[in-house]
């Protein structure tokens, strides 16, 4: 059987991204980058040279608000993953950032991303101070909007080509949630 075309079958396992999990998280997003470059503000051709090291420092903590949440199937191959990246400054502490969502093609439309964004705000909810979440979708991806849009995210305006693919811009939508307090 042909692993990258048949579907996932049995239960997911989402849990934070450690530093043995770089190599199968840059070859996830090296993957995202190059099969839906509109999606992503980096770019294929930037990231695919870099050292899967270099993305171990991201993976934080849970208990900081930096952190990244993997789906790993049965055999523990990374399936999808997303980031969520607290704001530094003071002021803005109580923010954090969706970043870096990604399913591999082959494990798509299965309920993976819907797995991974409602662990990803079950997760930051529990780090004092966060009170909201925001991120940015490619607007003309109605699948990904309403992935969101089921997980609480409301839109609250849109940035025409934020992201220019081959001299095509592509707008981003902003959205927002609200964590418990």
Same mark, same amino acid.
């Given at each position: 059987m042909n692993t990258s075309t048949h579907a996932v079958t049995g239960a997911v396992q989402i /849990? #934070? $991204? %450690? !530093?043995?999990? +770089? %190599? +199968?998280y840059k070859a996830l997003r090296d993957? !995202? $980058?190059?099969t839906a470059p509109d999606a992503f503000t980096s770019d294929y051709e930037s990231s695919v040279g870099r050292d899967a090291s270099e993305y171990v420092e991201r993976?934080?903590?849970l208990a900081s608000g930096q952190f990244f949440l993997g789906a790993f199937d049965a055999a523990g191959t990374l399936l999808g993953c997303v980031g969520c990246e607290?704001? =530094?400054r003071i002021q803005q502490r109580h923010c954090a950032v969706v970043v870096g969502m990604m399913v591999s093609p082959r494990a798509q439309r299965q309920g993976i991303g819907q797995q991974l964004v409602a662990a990803? %705000?079950?997760?930051?909810?529990h780090v004092p101070g966060l009170t909201q979440l925001v991120l940015t979708v490619t607007a003309t991806n109605p699948h990904v909007v309403r992935l969101y849009? =089921? +997980?609480?995210? /409301?839109?609250?305006? $849109? $940035? #025409?080509? !934020? %992201?220019v693919v081959n001299g095509v811009g592509f707008d981003k939508l902003h959205m927002v949630r609200r964590l418990p307090d």
């Amino acid at each position: 059987m042909n692993t990258s075309t048949h579907a996932v079958t049995g239960a997911v396992q989402i /849990r #934070p $991204l %450690v !530093a043995t999990d +770089a %190599v +199968a998280y840059k070859a996830l997003r090296d993957e !995202a $980058l190059r099969t839906a470059p509109d999606a992503f503000t980096s770019d294929y051709e930037s990231s695919v040279g870099r050292d899967a090291s270099e993305y171990v420092e991201r993976f934080g903590t849970l208990a900081s608000g930096q952190f990244f949440l993997g789906a790993f199937d049965a055999a523990g191959t990374l399936l999808g993953c997303v980031g969520c990246e607290r704001e =530094q400054r003071i002021q803005q502490r109580h923010c954090a950032v969706v970043v870096g969502m990604m399913v591999s093609p082959r494990a798509q439309r299965q309920g993976i991303g819907q797995q991974l964004v409602a662990a990803c %705000v079950q997760a930051a909810s529990h780090v004092p101070g966060l009170t909201q979440l925001v991120l940015t979708v490619t607007a003309t991806n109605p699948h990904v909007v309403r992935l969101y849009e =089921q +997980a609480g995210f /409301r839109a609250w305006g $849109l $940035l #025409p080509h !934020a %992201v220019v693919v081959n001299g095509v811009g592509f707008d981003k939508l902003h959205m927002v949630r609200r964590l418990p307090d």
